[in-house]
């Protein structure tokens, strides 16, 4: 029902800032809650960021508090991670996900996209 496709990843210094984009396929999309995730080579996949349906409600791992920011355009069908302060360890392929439950899509999604890479150098 959902195809998901990120954009945006590329190779940044510590300190800088980029912003992924899901883009969305289908007449559905606002029925969704979305969310990020990322992962390391050789470590588990980890929730990073989710918005409601309506984008009234976000929520976002510890450890990027205050430094990423989760939206949504609905009209657009496009979800987006504001990602500033880039550390090194915020290295890792990061993927967008659907899942129609705002309360289950932080730990499983009913649609994953492809992941973008996003790099940070010290």
């Known amino acids: 029902q959902v195809q998901l496709v990120e954009s945006g990843g590329g190779l940044v210094q510590a300190g800088d800032s980029l912003r992924l984009s899901c883009a969305a396929s289908g007449r559905t999309f606002s029925r969704y809650a979305m969310g990020w995730f990322r992962q390391a080579p050789g470590k588990e996949r980890e929730f990073v960021a989710r918005?409601?349906?309506?984008?009234?409600?976000?929520s976002y791992a510890d450890s990027v508090k205050g430094r990423f920011t989760i939206s949504r355009d609905n009209a657009k069908n496009t979800v987006y991670l504001q990602m500033n302060s880039l550390k090194p360890e915020d290295t890792a392929v990061y993927s967008c996900?659907?899942?129609?439950?705002?309360?289950?899509?932080?730990?499983?999604?009913?649609?994953w996209g492809q992941g973008t890479q996003v790099t940070v150098s010290s």
């Open positions: 918005i409601s349906q309506s984008g009234g409600s976000t």
């Open positions: 996900a659907a899942d129609i439950s705002w309360f289950t899509i932080k730990t499983r999604a009913d649609f």
